[in-house]
């Protein structure tokens, strides 16, 4: 069983910066695509960054430049260093595995709060 726990939120003013891990507790295979997604309140969950094997990431326009997702395949841990932080990036943020057999998991998700 896939188990995701992440950590690393909190309250923090605009322009400053947090580092979300995630860290997934099973088998995790390098082929695996591993994501961080945030939901607002009254808004749709969405796809802040993704990052698959070969560190081949993608990130929504409305981070780029500011984000940044990598991980540690030997400590089965994703990252995402958030640098520039805005009001509107507040959110609760999901980590979540897409495993290569079709497999989807979340976290629990980590409140990111951005004060102005």
């Known amino acids: 069983q896939v188990q995701l726990v992440e950590s690393g939120g909190g309250l923090v003013q605009a322009g400053g910066s947090l580092r979300l891990s995630c860290v997934v507790s099973?088998?995790?295979?390098?082929?695996?695509?591993m994501g961080w997604y945030r939901q607002a309140p009254g808004k749709q969950r969405e796809l802040v960054a993704a990052?698959?094997?070969?560190?081949?990431?993608n990130y929504a326009d409305s981070v780029k430049g500011r984000f940044t997702i990598s991980r540690d395949n030997a400590k089965n841990t994703a990252y995402l260093q958030m640098n520039s932080l805005k009001p509107e990036d507040t959110a609760v943020y999901y980590c979540?595995?897409?495993?290569?057999?079709?497999?989807?998991?979340w976290g629990q998700g980590t409140q990111v709060t951005v004060s102005s």
């Open positions: 979540n595995v897409a495993r290569t057999n079709g497999g989807i998991y």
């Open positions: 099973g088998i995790l295979l390098r082929s695996d695509v």
């Open positions: 990052i698959a094997s070969g560190s081949i990431t």
